[in-house]
C-alpha cells in the first residue's frame, strides 16, 4: 500500500506548477564588545581599554530549510593601549573589519546559530611622542560563532539579540559582543513547471 501511495502522489503533482519560496534576509546589528586580553602588559604602567561600541552587518540567502548560507562583515575596535610619559600619553590600537562567509542553522523556530569563517582587514594605530603612524594588513583563516534569538514582529520584519565571537588568527585576538539584531526579510516566489 505504501508503495502504491508513493506512486499516486507522484502523479498528483505531475505537469503542474509550483510555487518554491525563497527568502534573502538582512541582518543589522548593534551592541556592546569586550576584547579578550591576549597581550602581555604591565597594568602598573600601561592602560588597556578593553570594551567598546560595535556593529554588524550581515546578508543570508535563506530558503525553505534549516540552513542558510551568507556573508558577514562588521566593524569592531579591538582594544587601545594608553602609556603615559611624563606629559605624553602614547596610544595603540587596532580595529578589525571581517569579510566572513556564513553558514547558519534554525536551530529551533526562533533561534539560530551562525559560524562562519573568511579574511579581515586590520587597521592599526600609534601615536608615540606626538608621531602618527596607521598600517593595514589581511588576516586570513579568521573564525566566528554567534548564537541568537529573532522575535517577527510583521511577515518583513524581525527584532532580536544574538551573542557574538570572534577570533582573529593572525594577532591571536578574541572579541566577545552581544548585539541587538534587526532583521529584514525578502520573501520571493519562483513558478516552477514539472514536464
Known amino acids: 500500500m505504501c508503495f ?13 506548477r509550483d510555487s518554491v519560496a525563497r527568502g534573502v534576509s538582512i541582518y543589522v546589528s548593534t551592541g556592546v564588545s569586550h576584547y ?8 602598573s604602567r600601561v592602560g588597556l581599554k578593553q570594551n567598546f561600541s560595535c556593529s554588524s552587518f550581515k546578508f543570508m540567502w535563506e530558503p525553505e530549510h534549516r540552513l542558510s548560507l551568507g556573508v558577514e562583515t562588521g566593524y569592531y575596535k579591538v582594544y587601545e593601549v594608553q602609556l603615559v610619559e611624563g ?12 569579510i566572513l562567509f556564513c553558514v547558519q542553522m ?17 587597521h592599526s594605530q600609534v601615536n608615540y611622542l606626538n608621531n602618527h ?3 593595514q594588513t589581511l588576516a586570513f583563516s579568521n ?7 529573532i522575535h517577527p514582529i ?11 565571537f570572534l577570533s582573529e588568527n593572525k594577532t591571536e585576538d578574541m572579541i566577545g559582543s552581544l548585539q541587538a539584531v534587526i532583521r529584514y526579510q ?7 513547471i514539472r514536464e
Not at 510583521?154 to 557574538?164: M, N
Open 87 to 98: 606629559k605624553d600619553i602614547n596610544t595603540a590600537s587596532l580595529n578589525v573589519i571581517p
Open 186 to 192: 525578502f520573501k520571493r516566489h519562483f513558478k516552477r
Open 133 to 135: 603612524a596607521e598600517s
Open 106 to 122: 534554525r536551530v529551533f523556530k526562533r533561534f539560530f546559530a551562525t559560524i562562519g569563517t573568511g579574511i579581515s582587514i586590520h
Open 4 to 16: 502504491l501511495e508513493h506512486f499516486c502522489v507522484a502523479q498528483n503533482t505531475w505537469n503542474t
Open 143 to 149: 573564525l566566528q560563532f554567534s548564537a541568537g534569538y
Open 154 to 164: 510583521t511577515k518583513q520584519f524581525g527584532i532580536g539579540l544574538q551573542a557574538h
Open 36 to 43: 579578550i586580553n591576549t597581550l602581555q602588559l604591565d597594568p
